[in-house]
């Protein structure tokens, strides 16, 4: 879907079958809207880019899908049933801002921590749970930190520490809220290369994202928000000047340059093909 009136059209489509649905949400913080008739379907197996600026609700949208505010108004389905019933479905990886990296646990701790859907609560961690977890870790680079107390690692290998964490659950769908920011190029490197590896096995990831710059050079699918859903789909289709002006309004400098660059490439248009980097 292109823009809001057909994803209002939508209301009904991929209800049971879509990795998340969402109809009619709104989310207000003291009485004022932040989310406001958002109506959204995600296909399965695509990497989803949510971009808009800032204080558009991006973080929240994901906050929302998971629970973690409450909406006013709206229905969210993940495969067609709630988030508590398919929780065991869905992998997170919050902002580094919002976790309290002084808490005193170990990498492996943290990924650990992922497999408490298969462990149960309560539970003690048993040595083989702890080799998994390790295995995660050495999957994101970083098996050689693994009894390294997360507060002494940096901005980049505490990101890659959760991303471990999302692995480990071996969700379905995972959402990631900016993952890429503050983080060096070398772990910016590895969580493409993890993103397309995710997409590879099947599976679909939203992810937070401000550069847009990259869009087209990570994601294949893209939500523009501020506030209402204004265009959703393919990049090629949706990551169009006239679709970033409405979600943007008159902050189009960058993204005037960055389109122009992706139309001056051989084989790429304005629309977003594949292609350009930062």
């Given at each position: 879907m292109?823009?809001?009136?057909?994803?209002?059209?939508?209301?009904?489509?991929?209800?049971?079958t879509a990795p998340i649905w969402i109809n009619d949400l709104t989310v207000a913080y003291h009485r004022k809207p932040v989310l406001w008739d958002v109506n959204l379907v995600l296909p399965e197996g695509k990497l989803v880019a949510v971009i808009g600026p800032n204080g558009a609700g991006k973080s929240t949208l994901i906050k929302a899908i998971l629970g973690l505010v409450p909406k006013a108004t709206g229905d969210i389905r993940i495969y067609g049933r709630s988030y508590e019933a398919q929780r065991r479905l869905v992998g997170y990886v919050p902002q580094r801002e919002s976790v309290d990296?002084?808490?005193?646990?170990?990498?492996?701790?943290?990924?650990?921590?992922?497999?408490?859907g298969k462990i149960g609560w309560l539970k003690p961690v048993s040595r083989r749970h702890r080799e998994q977890a390790v295995e995660e870790l050495r999957k994101v680079g970083m098996e050689a930190y693994a009894d390294r107390q997360i507060s002494q690692l940096s901005g980049g290998q505490q990101q890659r520490v959760f991303l471990a964490r999302a692995l480990a659950q071996d969700a379905q769908v995972y959402f990631m809220d900016e993952p890429f920011a503050g983080v060096d190029v070398a772990t910016e490197k590895a969580i493409v290369a993890l993103l397309k590896e995710l997409q590879t096995a099947g599976k679909t990831c939203v992810v937070v994202h401000h550069d847009l710059q990259t869009v087209t050079t990570y994601f294949d699918h893209v939500v523009l928000l501020n506030m209402r859903v204004v265009?959703?789909?393919p990049v090629e289709e949706v990551f169009t000047e006239e679709n970033l002006k409405k979600t943007y309004g008159g902050k189009l400098t960058l993204l005037s340059q960055a389109l122009h660059k992706y139309a001056q490439q051989p084989g790429i248009g304005t629309g977003g093909a594949k292609g350009g980097h930062r």
């Open positions: 292109s823009n809001l009136s057909e994803s209002e059209n939508m209301a009904d489509a991929g209800q049971d990296w002084d808490f005193p646990v170990s990498a492996t701790d943290v990924v650990a921590m992922g497999l408490y265009a959703a789909g």
